[in-house]
C-alpha cells in the first residue's frame, strides 16, 4: 500500500492544535483531514498551513470553526436499520441472559455526535427489557469530543425531519411531540449520561456489556485503529459485544474479537485483555469506585511489600523511601535505615555497585538493567541476580525517584547451562534436519508471502472502503447545509416578491404618473399611468437618464426642482406645467417632485409626480 508523503507544514498545524486546544488529530487518516482543513482556509482565503497556523494564533476563535468542520457529526435513528433489528432479536436476549436480577446492563456509545445513536440503543432496550425493568438495569454511556454535538444531544430534541427514520409506533411510545419538535421521554433520558471523551487520551469506560463504535473508526489511520481497538477489548467484559459501522471491519490478524456477524459488523471480545496493564489505576467511573480509591493506596502498599522480587525505591536526593519484604529479608534492612542515604547502606554496593547506573538513570531518564550478577550469601550459596532501575515519574511526568528491583536468576543461570550442554548433544541432529527444514522454510516464505498479498489487498480494498464512506458523510453534511440555505433563499425571495408586488400595486393604485428617480436621475421605477400618459413602456424607459426622455413633459423645466430636492433644501415642491400626452391632448399638469428619503433621513432619490388638472368649465 502507498504511504501518503508527509507535509512538515501540515503535521506543525496539527501539532500545533495539539499543544494548544488539547485535540489530538494525529491519528487521523490524512487525505480527509487535509480537505477539511482546506475548506476552512478557503473560507479564511489562506494559501499555506504556515499561514493557518498563524491565523489561529490571532483569531482564537476559528478553532471553533475548524473543529467544527473536522468533527463531521453525520447520523440519524435507526440508521442502517438492518443492524438494529439483529440487535434486538440476537445481541441483547443474550446479554439479558446471562445477567442475574440484580445486575446492571452497561452500554457504551462511542462517537455518539449529536445522540441518535444513543437514543436509539435506549429504544431497542426498551422494547427486549420493558420500561421498568431498563429503569433499574440500563445505564448508557455517551461520549464525543465535541461539545457542541454533545450540547444537542443533552437537549434530546429534534425538529420532523431528524425523527424521519423513527418508525412511528416508536416515535408515539418514547418521544412527547410540541410546536413541530420531539422531545426523548424524559423517563428514559435519565438512563443515558452525555460526557465528553477522546478515544485515544481518555481511560476507556469498563464493564462494558455492548460497545457501539460506528462510523468514527474509519477517520483514524491504521495505527491508530489498532490502539482504540485494544482499549475497547480492556472495556468490555468477557463475552461481550462490539458494533462497528458498515465501513469499518476488523482484520483477520486481530485475535481480540471473533465476528458474531460480520455483514451487520458486529464482534464478541475473546482472548487475555492484555491491553488492562495499560489501564491500572483509570479513574473511568469514579462515582461506582469511591471505596476503591479510598483504599487504593493500601493496596498499593500491600501488593508492593509481598512483591517475588527484592525491590527498593530511591528518591532523586539519594535517600531510601521504600524497600519491600524480600529486601528487607536479603540485605537485612530495618525501619531505621528507611529515609537514610543510600550510600550509607551495603545495599548500595553489594551484590553490585548501583550508586553510578541510579545517578545515570536520573541524569538521563533512561531504565538501565545489570545482568547475571553473582553474590555469595551468608549460608555460602552463591546467587545470581539481575538488577534492573527504572525511572519513576507523577502524573505530570515530573522524576520522583528510581525503583531498583534484584530480580534473582540463579535457577535460570543453572538451567541456561544445562541448556547449553543439551544443545550441544543436539546439534548433530539439527544438521541432519537442517535440508528437511530448508525446504519446509522455502515452502512456508512462499505461503508467507502469498499470505501477505492476500491481507495487503484486504487492508487497501478495507482503507479505500473506508475513503469513500469518509466523504460520503462529508457530501451527506454538506448537502444538509445547501439544503438549509436554498430553503433560506427561497423565503427570502418570496418576501421580496410579495414586496415588489406590493409596492407595484401602490403605484399603480395612483391616478397620476409616477416616476421614481435615484441620486443620479436615472429611472428606477415607471408606472402604468406614465405609460398611458407618454406611451412609453417600462421596459424602455427604467434606467435612462430622467432628463433624456422625449415626452410631452417639459422635463427641462423640471431640473431644479429635482436638485432642490435631492439637496434636501426642499422636500417637496410642486408646479403646474403644460403637457401633451401621447395621443396629442395638450393640458394642464400639477407636478410634485419628492425627496425620496431611507433610513436614517438619507435621501435616497426624487419621487415625480404627475396629476392631470381639471379643466374649469
Known amino acids: 500500500m502507498n504511504t501518503p508523503e508527509i507535509d512538515p507544514e501540515f503535521e506543525a498545524l496539527l501539532d500545533y492544535i495539539k499543544h494548544n486546544r488539547g485535540f489530538d488529530f494525529t491519528g487521523y ?22 499561514d493557518y497556523t ?3 494564533e490571532v483569531h482564537p476563535e476559528e ?24 440487535l434486538e432479536k440476537e445481541v441483547v436476549p443474550k446479554i439479558v441472559a446471562r445477567k442475574i436480577s440484580t445486575d446492571r446492563i452497561r452500554v457504551w456509545c462511542a462517537g455518539c455526535a449529536s445522540g441518535q445513536e444513543a437514543y436509539t440503543l435506549a429504544m431497542v432496550l426498551a422494547e427486549v ?97 489498532a490502539k482504540i481497538i485494544s482499549r475497547f477489548h480492556f472495556a468490555l467484559n468477557e463475552g461481550s459485544f462490539l458494533v462497528l459501522g458498515k465501513a469499518e471491519l476488523l482484520l483477520t490478524s486481530n485475535t481480540s474479537f471473533v465476528p458474531l456477524s460480520l455483514k451487520q459488523r458486529i464482534f464478541i471480545k475473546t482472548g487475555l485483555d492484555r491491553s488492562r496493564e495499560y489501564f491500572t489505576g483509570s479513574n473511568h467511573d469514579k462515582a461506582q469506585d469511591t471505596n476503591f480509591v479510598a483504599n487504593d493506596s493500601l493496596l498499593r502498599d500491600a501488593v ?98 528510581v525503583s531498583v528491583v534484584f530480580v534473582e536468576v540463579s535457577r535460570y543461570k543453572k538451567l541456561q547451562e544445562e541448556i547449553e550442554n543439551a544443545n550441544q548433544e543436539l546439534e548433530m541432529a539439527y544438521e541432519q534436519l537442517q535440508s528437511t527444514n530448508e525446504e519446509l522454510e522455502t515452502t512456508n516464505e512462499e505461503l508467507q508471502s502469498a499470505n501477505e498479498e492476500l491481507e495487503t489487498t484486504n487492508e487497501e480494498l478495507q482503507s479505500t472502503n473506508e475513503e469513500l464512506e469518509t466523504m460520503n458523510e462529508e457530501l451527506q453534511s454538506s448537502n444538509e447545509e445547501l439544503q438549509t440555505i436554498n430553503a433560506e433563499l427561497r423565503l427570502r425571495s418570496e418576501e421580496l416578491n410579495q414586496a415588489n408586488g406590493f409596492l407595484e400595486a401602490i403605484f ?61 433644501d426642499i422636500k417637496t415642491v410642486e408646479l403646474s406645467l403644460t403637457t401633451v400626452n401621447r395621443r396629442g391632448r395638450t393640458f394642464q399638469a400639477k407636478v410634485t417632485c419628492s425627496s425620496l428619503v431611507g433610513k436614517l433621513d438619507k435621501i435616497r432619490g426624487v419621487i415625480v409626480l404627475v396629476e392631470e388638472m381639471d379643466t374649469p368649465k
Not at 420500561?131 to 454535538?149: G, M, P, R, S, W
Open 29 to 50: 487518516k490524512r487525505p480527509s483531514l487535509i480537505r477539511r482543513v482546506q475548506i476552512r482556509m478557503q473560507n479564511a482565503e489562506i494559501q499555506t498551513y504556515g
Open 54 to 56: 498563524d491565523y489561529l
Open 63 to 86: 478553532f471553533s470553526h475548524l473543529f467544527n468542520t473536522i468533527l463531521i457529526n453525520v447520523t440519524s435513528f435507526f440508521r442502517d436499520r438492518a443492524v438494529w433489528e439483529y
Open 129 to 225: 427489557l420493558g420500561l421498568e425493568e431498563f429503569h433499574q438495569k440500563v445505564k448508557i454511556y455517551a461520549t464525543n469530543v465535541d461539545e457542541i454535538a454533545l450540547h444537542q444531544a443533552r437537549l434530546a430534541t429534534y425538529n420532523a425531519k431528524g425523527v424521519e427514520g423513527i418508525p412511528i409506533p416508536l416515535l408515539e411510545r418514547y418521544f412527547n411531540h410540541n410546536n413541530g419538535s420531539y422531545t426523548f421521554c424524559p423517563d428514559l433520558r435519565r438512563s443515558v449520561i452525555f460526557g465528553r471523551h477522546d478515544l485515544l487520551q481518555d481511560p476507556p469506560i469498563s464493564r462494558i456489556d455492548l460497545l457501539s463504535c460506528r462510523n468514527t473508526l474509519m477517520y483514524f489511520n491504521a495505527e491508530t485503529q
Open 304 to 401: 508492593f511489600d509481598i512483591g517475588n522480587y527484592a525491590q527498593i525505591v530511591v528518591n532523586i536526593n539519594g535517600l531510601l523511601i521504600l524497600a519491600n519484604e524480600q529486601a528487607r529479608l536479603l540485605f537485612k534492612l530495618n525501619s531505621k535505615d528507611i529515609n537514610r542515604p543510600l550510600q550509607e547502606l551495603e545495599v548500595s554496593y553489594r551484590p553490585v555497585e548501583v550508586r553510578s547506573p541510579i545517578d545515570q538513570v536520573i541524569s538521563t531518564h533512561r531504565a538501565t538493567a545489570i545482568s547475571s550478577i553473582g553474590w555469595a550469601i551468608s549460608n555460602g550459596d552463591f546467587n545470581y541476580f539481575d538488577v534492573q532501575i527504572t525511572p519513576l515519574y507523577d502524573s505530570r511526568q515530573n522524576l520522583l525517584g
Open 508 to 568: 399603480n393604485s395612483l391616478m397620476g404618473g409616477v416616476a421614481v428617480l435615484n441620486r443620479e436621475s436615472i429611472i428606477q421605477i415607471w408606472n402604468d399611468k406614465s405609460e398611458d400618459l407618454w406611451g412609453l413602456r417600462s421596459q424602455e424607459v427604467v434606467g435612462q437618464h430622467f432628463m433624456n426622455l422625449d415626452i410631452g413633459l417639459p422635463v427641462e423645466q423640471l431640473r431644479q426642482p429635482i436638485r432642490d430636492c435631492l439637496s434636501g
